[in-house]
């Protein structure tokens, strides 16, 4: 029963980072600021689009260890911790898509399933490569 505590725990994390406190201009208010000082001359084009992909890394990396959690708590297959995964990401998008200051995102929804599935793969490849080494 404790197994199922990180995944849950997880989810809810997923859902406070969903929230209108960690929205697109908040987060420039406090990154924008940080990239400015690490990339002195980077342009603002290139400034927003690092501040991009550093959230969109985000939910790679939200997601990515939500689906090893559901795996982890299921056992073998990818088929219901992807599954569940990807609920939570419709969720999540949906949720955002009513929260002042955010906006809900089928790309979001793709990337955050494409994460999982990424996830769910290499944890399949190296089981399946440590059984050939055994």
Request: net charge positive; charged share 15%; aromatic share 8%.
């Amino acid at each position: 029963m404790l197994r199922l505590l990180p995944p849950l725990c997880w989810t809810g994390l997923i859902a406070y980072f969903g929230g209108g406190q960690w929205g697109g201009a908040h987060t420039a208010e406090w990154l924008g600021p940080l990239l400015r000082a690490l990339l002195p001359a980077a342009s603002p084009e290139a400034l927003a689009a690092a501040h991009l992909l550093i959230r969109k890394a985000g939910h790679v990396i939200e997601y990515a260890v939500l689906a090893g959690l559901w795996r982890r708590y299921l056992g073998g297959g990818a088929w219901a911790p992807l599954g569940l995964a990807v609920l939570t990401a419709s969720l999540d998008e949906l949720r955002q898509s009513f929260t002042p200051g955010r906006v809900g995102s089928l790309v979001d929804v793709l990337l955050d399933g494409a994460a999982a599935a990424a996830a769910l793969g290499l944890i399949a490849l190296r089981a399946r490569l440590r059984g050939a080494t055994s």
